[in-house]
T-cell receptor, first 118, second 113 residues
Framework: DVKVTQSSRYLVKRTGEKVFLECVQD?????MFWYRQDPGLGLRLIYF???????EKGDIPEGYSVSREKKERFSLILESASTSQTSMYLC?????????????????FGPGTRLTVL | AQSVTQLGSHVSVSEGALVLLRCNYS??????LFWYVQYPNQGLQLLLK??????LVKGINGFEAEFKKSETSFHLTKPSAHMSDAAEYFC???????????FGTGTRLTVIP
């Protein structure tokens, strides 16, 4: 089974702090994603990475950055946390499988980190 | 471009009643479609998916969904609701070669005893 772990389930930080959210997967998947989830807005993509040191902006990248130094680890960084970044953060992974045309596998999610910024 | 619309942010059913959660998608290419469930304070778990082949897809916990291309729909159903089905449900769409999925805004299902 794919396992996706996130460093914290609950996190409380103060405005202006630098915040690191870590995600680790054990299945050698190429693609990793960071979403934030807010009531009534569903999941919104912040950033994703399709390879080590590669990253692409999602729909709401402002105020965030990411790092992928190793294939299994994808970090989300809040450079200067604000109260508007209070949210649930979800990490996900997936891998293409088989020969072209590739089968689209589902994304596998971590348990989430509920971040509160005071 | 791809998008998903989930009709009804909240749905309430009685225990034992039919569950119907609606999902309509927009896609300019053949879509892959997914339903995920999220229990309180947990991540998302895959219920079922449609990629190719049979349009009626069966998933875990007695759920199923039917891909209807003419209606651009992928509604989720379960014949008889259980209390344990109370959760938030997300529909998502992707496509061949795409790196990411597009999620709907979710439907919170309440099951009334």
């Amino acid at each position: 089974d794919v396992k996706v772990t996130q460093s914290s389930r609950y996190l409380v930080k103060r405005t202006g702090e630098k915040v690191f959210l870590e995600c680790v997967q054990d299945m050698d998947h190429e693609n990793m994603f960071w979403y934030r989830q807010d009531p009534g807005l569903g999941l919104r993509l912040i950033y994703f990475s399709y390879d080590v040191k590669m990253k692409e902006k999602g729909d709401i990248p402002e105020g965030y950055s990411v790092s992928r130094e190793k294939k299994e680890r994808f970090s989300l960084i809040l450079e200067s946390a604000s109260t508007s970044q209070t949210s649930m953060y979800l990490c996900a992974t997936f891998s293409y499988s088989g020969a072209p045309p590739y089968s689209y596998n589902e994304q596998f999610f971590g348990p989430g980190t509920r971040l509160t910024v005071l | 471009a791809q998008s998903v619309t989930q009709l009804g942010s909240h749905v309430s059913v009685s225990e034992g009643a039919l569950v119907l959660l609606r999902c309509n998608y927009s896609s300019s290419v053949p879509p892959y479609l997914f339903w995920y469930v999220q229990y309180p304070n947990q991540g998302l778990q895959l219920l079922l998916k449609y990629t190719t082949g049979a349009t009626l897809v069966k998933g875990i916990n007695g759920f199923e969904a039917e891909f209807k291309k003419s209606e651009t729909s992928f509604h989720l159903t379960k014949p008889s609701a259980h209390m344990s089905d109370a959760a938030e449900y997300f529909c998502a769409v992707g496509s061949t070669g795409a790196n990411n999925l597009f999620f709907g805004t979710g439907t919170r299902l309440t099951v009334i005893p």
